[in-house]
């Protein structure tokens, strides 16, 4: 029987370094609302003003159990809540397994702030491939990395979406063939997982 690379752990940190590295991003305060009262003034008004999500969804629940058991097969559906300095604006959620010799990783996070704040944390983010149709603007990377002959796909999602970004990583190896997962199967599991958060934010971060 095949024993597993004793690098295996140093292989998947850089994932667990790009779920978070993003959090490290500052934002600026938001503008307090005007105190003074009006008569005149109409709710509809200040509505459209402020931010159209106050703070970001419980992030283990924006993807679905039956799209985690899809994408990371034998990972528990709860997911392990990411650790965040302000989860008022922060949160995120990763799931993994490693299931025979195929390992899988997904993760999520989200990020409200400002609208500006917001448009500039989905630029320095923005991936080689634009995703339209998805949230205000979004866009879709993928990296193909080799490490003493083991090969590991990811591929990642960025989606902005009013005042909100989403960042999704879809990750995994095998680690019997010591080939990468299918380009199209990666494809297509972060895209998914992808709408789904982004949905989230309108089922619960609103």
Not at 1 to 6: G, K, Q, R, T
Not at 10 to 19: C, S, T
Not at 37 to 57: C, D, I, N, W
Not at 122 to 130: F, N, V
Request: a negative charge.
């Amino acid at each position: 029987m095949l024993s597993l690379p004793l690098t295996l752990a140093a292989r998947l940190l850089p994932v667990a370094v790009l779920a978070v590295g993003g959090w490290n991003l500052t934002t600026g305060s938001q503008p307090e609302a005007d105190s003074a009262p009006s008569a005149s003034r109409r709710p509809s008004v200040k509505a459209a003003t402020g931010p159209a999500y106050e703070r970001p969804p419980s992030p283990c629940e924006a993807i679905s159990a039956e799209t985690v058991q899809k994408l990371v097969p034998g990972a528990k559906s709860a997911g392990k809540e990411l650790q965040a300095s302000d989860p008022k604006r922060r949160t995120g959620c990763s799931w993994n397994a490693l299931k025979g010799f195929d390992y899988r990783w997904l993760d999520v996070t989200f990020e409200v702030s400002p609208a500006p704040a917001a448009r500039e944390a989905y630029d320095g983010r923005k991936q080689s491939s634009s995703l339209p149709g998805l949230g205000d603007e979004a866009s879709e990377g993928a990296e193909l990395t080799e490490d003493d002959g083991q090969q590991t796909r990811a591929a990642v999602v960025v989606v902005r979406k009013e005042n909100a970004v989403v960042t999704l990583t879809y990750n995994g190896s095998d680690f019997e063939t010591r080939k990468a997962p299918d380009a199209e199967a990666m494809h297509e599991g972060a895209l998914a997982a992808a709408k789904e958060a982004v949905n989230a934010l309108d089922a619960k971060g609103s």
